[in-house]
């Protein structure tokens, strides 16, 4: 029997605000919500944005007074609005304006050789042939030159790639805990896990009690590593600008980094550790490794996820000399402006007119379980991962070509989700969660696919939705940006449209596809399809099942006094949600960093042939017994 991995807990953050509970899903869709919901996704982006706080029960702007929790949208609206989702690069990332570079200056002797003094220290190692030295007091020399001299200085330029989906405007995940000179990306990690931790309704420890240590894993990356300066970027960058490499910039820039701060610091697990990358497939590879786990009962309890914060000068350069982003130039060409700038809300354009994809920064993390576990707890089902499929592209000429993997990472998704759920329901109740980069080439090569496999399922009108039109691609975290949305879906019956564009482009296949260009209210939803296309052929596809289906699924295995017992746990776990969703709308996010806490000796474990108990660890571990391979020995 197969286990299934079901989806009991979400959390993270993104362009749009905070995971669980759907609020950045929420903030998307947030002129579809009704009054209740638009209420409670306004106060929940103001104290995030530290617009406003909550104490003592009550709402605070900056000054001191009272806000009601109905004045919000009214009073601080526009404001939350205008932070939130894709926006003009602020500066607590660099200015897009005037971005910091070393301009090159070749300086020539006029009738003198060129005279300076500086202390003897800073002379360079080995001299300059054209250098010549004299001594002077208190350990400083005068140079002179003769011929040229080559420098370089700080300056400025004017960087043409403007637009990014950064976390909510006041947003810093530095000051919710102690964190030690952590980079942005490790922050965002412990924000995220702790979250979707939280939003089970249980505390990490309640969960770890009813299974053995190594029943656990987490399965994280991150594409790029930790790129400011307190990890790669500072090994990086620090001895040209005449700086040390400090002691952590290799270890906190890996990308298994966000794997091992959720063990490390979050959770303490012992369990299985995993971390892959495939550019911007990544949170569907770690999703892949965590599915096969559960289906093979190796593990009862997955955090997946992953993070990248990577809206930096370099990073930015290196897509901008790719042409993959949206420019300005490119961008003013589309919308036919000649003066002023170009609109920094809309440059991601899936399936529209478009000219390059938006970066975008994310953390995302699920918390999956096997479907007894999940019965056995009561947890709130989200969703279930029926399977995850990869493939790659074969041969290719450049190494960022589209090929024909995702032509069978799509296929095999879509005829699982026929054999779980029926004809019917793929072609009535399905929708896809694209991976819509917004880059010309992508438009036609994904809208292709779906074409084709519409017409080999025979479906019509097959409802698409693009997040990176709303957030940005945020590379490693993006399908789990998609996921996230795929739940705000079953949640809410609201199907995102794409409405930074104004129609669909001529040149995509859309005849059997619905890509919608406002949000509109659908019928409740049984199927998602998280699609992604990363770059050197890392094509995934997730077949998401929803909470109905699942829960029909779970009934039929588990049985109704099963179930019955399930519903009464429910009703508990569902209050404990509920107390944490209250204080997470009021920013107060009960960040989970056991920093030393809790370490473990080579005293704590007792080790036997047959298990090893450690201390603070409810059930022990039992070691091998059954030779696998007795058919052979």
Known sequence: MTALPIIVGMGGINAAGRTSFHQGFRRIVIDKLNAEARQETFVGLATLMNILKFEEGKL???????????????????????????????????????????????????????????????????????????????????????????????????????????????????????????PRGLQATIFGAADAIHSTGYSWDDIASKISPDEVGTYSASVFGQVQSEGLGGMMQNRMRGERVSTKNLALGLNTMSTDFINAYVTGSVGSTFTSTGACATFLYNLKAAVQDIQAGRIRVAIVGSNDCAITPEVIEGFGNMSALANEEGLKKLDGITQGSANHRKTSRPFGDNCGFTI?????????????????????????????????????????????????????????????????????????????SSTPQNRVTESLIYDRLAQSFDINNWPVAAPKAYVGHTIGPASGDQVAMALGVFSHNIMPGITTIDKVADDVYSERLNIATDHWHCQEMDVAFINSKGFGGNNATATILSPNVTLSMMAKRHGEAAMQGYQASLALVEKA???????????????????????????DLDITAEDIAMTGFAHKIALPKQNPFDDMV
């Not at 007091?137 to 140079?143: Q, S, T």
């Not at 090929?403 to 990472?409: F, K, L, Q, R, V």
């Not at 969703?581 to 005293?603: M, N, P, R, T």
């Open 60 to 182: 605070l702007d900056t000054n001191g007074a009272t806000v009601e929790a109905s004045q919000v949208e009214s009073l601080f609206g526009e404001q939350i609005l205008n932070g939130t989702l894709i926006r003009k690069i602020e500066k607590n990332h660099f200015d897009p304006d005037a971005t910091p570079w070393q301009q090159k200056m070749t300086m020539g002797q006029s009738e003198q050789a060129i005279t300076f003094e500086t202390k003897a220290r800073d002379l360079p190692t080995p001299l300059p042939r054209s250098w010549t030295i004299t001594e002077l007091a208190d350990k400083r020399v005068r140079v002179e030159i003769a011929g040229e001299f080559e420098a370089k200085h700080d300056s400025t330029r004017d960087n043409p790639i403007k637009a990014a989906g950064q976390f909510p405007t006041g947003f810093e995940p530095a000051v919710l805990y102690n964190s030690r000179y952590q």
């Open 360 to 436: 975008g920064e994310a953390a995302q993390f699920i918390v999956l379980m096997d479907d007894a576990l999940t019965v056995e707890l009561g947890c709130k089902v989200l969703g279930s991962v029926a399977d995850v499929y990869t493939n790659a592209d074969g041969i290719k000429k450049s190494i960022t070509a589209p090929g024909p993997g995702n032509y069978i990472t799509m296929a095999k998704s879509v005829a699982l989700a026929t054999s779980i759920v029926g004809k019917e329901s793929v072609q009535n109740r399905s929708f896809i969660l694209a991976h819509g």
């Open 577 to 603: 949600q509920l107390a944490y969703q209250e204080k997470a709308d009021h920013a107060q996010f009960d960040i989970i960093y056991k920093f030393g806490d809790g370490v473990l000796s080579d005293e």
